[in-house]
């Protein structure tokens, strides 16, 4: 579904270029889950902006469904980021001031989804995070887990190949944490595609792939296969502890 071959990307500091990516490399399938792990500045956003659509690439190419991102303009790129890509980010995203109601339908209106669908995909969509008795709320009474699940169901409205989400658990506490896990545990379930950056062993747990990026590049990766989620956990710890300590 999404490919990315020999991904690099530098940006200009202090009259030198940062290398934030070199040379990446990994496919995503449908129905996959993965999580991308490494310390900070190791290049994880950046590789989430460039599969958003919101950041482009010095080199390599990246390939959505057999099409090379190269070759759309800007708003055949803003029409895949509104109805193929999903965004989950740690600070929601979400106008304040407006119901949730209308910040989960936001999407729906830069495609001209006729009037009448907006509420019913809505509902859907809230019922998915258990929060379709709170729709008429503004966003400013919710709290941080319930913002949460709003932007993932305003990521969820439009059916999109996959999300991405940005440190989704990076604001809340662990009860709302919790929630949400199992949120993107029974949207993958449902067959979702997700792919999630997370500082969060424990939120990694829950992928079915974890890749590890070090200084750019790809340095490791884990299958969960049969693993449970605690044995994942332990699997992960022990791969940030040599990544951490320099290990090869």
């Known amino acids: 579904m999404l490919q990315l071959q020999n991904i690099s990307k530098t940006y200009p500091v202090g009259g030198q270029k940062f ?9 995503v399938e449908e129905g996959d889950f993965i999580s991308i792990q490494g310390k900070s500045g190791s290049g994880k956003s950046t590789l989430l902006h460039i599969m958003g659509c919101l950041d482009d690439y010095d080199c390599g190419d990246y390939m959505i469904e057999g099409k090379s991102v190269k070759s759309f303009t800007e708003p055949q790129k803003a029409r895949l980021r509104n ?17 949730v109601l ?18 019913g995909r809505a509902v859907e969509a809230l019922r998915l995070v258990d929060l379709e008795n709170q729709m008429n709320k503004n966003v400013n009474q919710l709290s941080g887990g319930q913002k949460q699940r709003v932007a993932i169901a305003r990521a969820l409205i439009n059916h999109p190949k996959i999300i991405l989400a940005d440190e989704p658990t990076g604001a809340l506490d ?4 919790d929630q949400l896990l199992s949120i993107f545990d029974q949207i993958h379930q449902s067959g979702q595609t997700i792919l999630m950056v997370t500082h969060s ?3 990694a747990s829950y992928a079915s792939r974890v890749l590890f990026i070090k200084d750019g590049q790809i340095f490791h990766q ?7 989620n605690q044995e994942m956990y332990q699997a992960i710890s022990d791969t940030l502890t040599m990544l951490l300590s320099g290990g090869q």
């Open 174 to 177: 662990s009860k709302s944490t």
């Open 201 to 203: 062993s424990k939120a």
């Open 19 to 27: 290398q934030a990516l070199c040379q990446v490399s990994f496919h």
């Open 102 to 119: 209308f910040n989960v339908t936001l999407p729906l209106y830069f495609n001209r989804t006729p009037y009448r669908e907006l509420q």
């Open 83 to 99: 109805e193929k890509i999903g965004f989950v980010m740690q600070d929601f995203s979400l106008i304040s001031s407006q119901s």
């Open 222 to 228: 884990l299958y969960k296969g049969d693993m449970s």
